[in-house]
């Protein structure tokens, strides 16, 4: 990747970085790491820098850094269609639906089968009111969800009552253009975890995983087309439960958004290598 001009002048249009977000790092971890270097490299301490389409921590892939004018087209690029590599692994429920929150139970697998899935794929496709995790980013009378969750949780534990998760839960209108079924993983293999390298370690003291290396159960790897505010995590419960088992969400990759592919994506250090601080700063 070649550097870019010290001028954002000469960036009309702004610039659009898709970043291969790395594994454990939150969008805005990344945000926070290219402002830093985009302030030092074009001198312009009141640089304009934010992304279109949050990736959860856990999650890969896409994320589209929009630079100067270029935020100005964030919500256009955010409403733009989006494609997922998705691992489900069915078997058990978390309460984060992907591995962010440890396994809380596990579920019979009788009518889970590589078969039984492509059976059901269908009745995923098209409009459809989805219910969001409960400890996600969407927002709820201006306050993020996972903060209400994590207040409301707190609360119930030192009353000493039950929580009930349907007080706060909202369903959103969303569309699932295609979805399909890549490659079946059977239970008579260990879990696969993602390798973590060191860039991950950097960030992950505040991102829990859950350690599955020793669950022996089926994953079905799906690729997504859909539409904004889609939440896989929430499309891997439901996909459990319609298979009466259970699942959650054990990795992402998001491979396409806003016109671009992951093949034009660029790893943050790359990006960072392309915005050296300019001497006179």
């Not at 059976?119 to 098209?126: A, D, E, S, V």
Request: charge should be neutral; aromatic fraction near 8%; charged fraction near 25%.
């Amino acid at each position: 990747m070649q550097p870019f001009s010290y001028d954002i002048a000469d960036y009309p249009e702004g610039i659009v970085l898709p970043i291969d977000k790395p594994y454990r790092w939150t969008s805005a971890d990344v945000i926070r790491k290219l402002k830093y270097a985009a302030v030092r490299h074009f001198g312009k301490k009141n640089l304009k820098l934010g992304h279109a389409g949050t990736l959860d921590p856990l999650a890969t892939g896409i994320l589209l850094v929009c630079i100067g004018p270029a935020t100005r087209r964030a919500e256009e690029l955010q409403r733009s269609p989006k494609q997922y590599l998705a691992g489900v692994t069915f078997g058990a429920v978390t309460a984060s639906y992907d591995l962010e929150k440890e396994i809380e139970r596990f579920c019979p697998l009788d009518g889970v089968s590589e078969e039984s899935i492509k059976q059901i794929l269908p009745r995923f496709t098209g409009e459809q009111e989805q219910v969001a995790p409960l400890f996600s980013a969407k927002s709820v009378d201006g306050v993020r969800m996972y903060e209400t969750a994590r207040k409301m949780l707190r609360e119930a534990r030192e009353q000493g009552r039950e929580f009930d998760p349907g007080d706060i839960l909202q369903s959103s209108l969303i569309n699932i253009y295609d979805l399909g079924l890549e490659r079946f993983i059977p239970s008579d293999r260990l879990f696969e975890a993602l390798p973590v390298t060191e860039a991950d370690t950097q960030r992950s003291a505040r991102i829990n995983v859950a350690d599955i290396s020793s669950c022996a159960l089926p994953t079905a790897m799906l690729r997504v087309d859909c539409s904004k505010g889609t939440y896989i995590r929430a499309l891997a419960r439901d996909l459990g439960e319609a298979l009466g088992s259970g699942a959650f969400l054990s990795s992402l990759r998001r491979t396409k958004n806003g016109g671009f592919d992951i093949k034009d994506a660029v790893s943050l250090q790359d990006a960072l290598d392309a915005l050296p601080p300019r001497q006179d700063f």
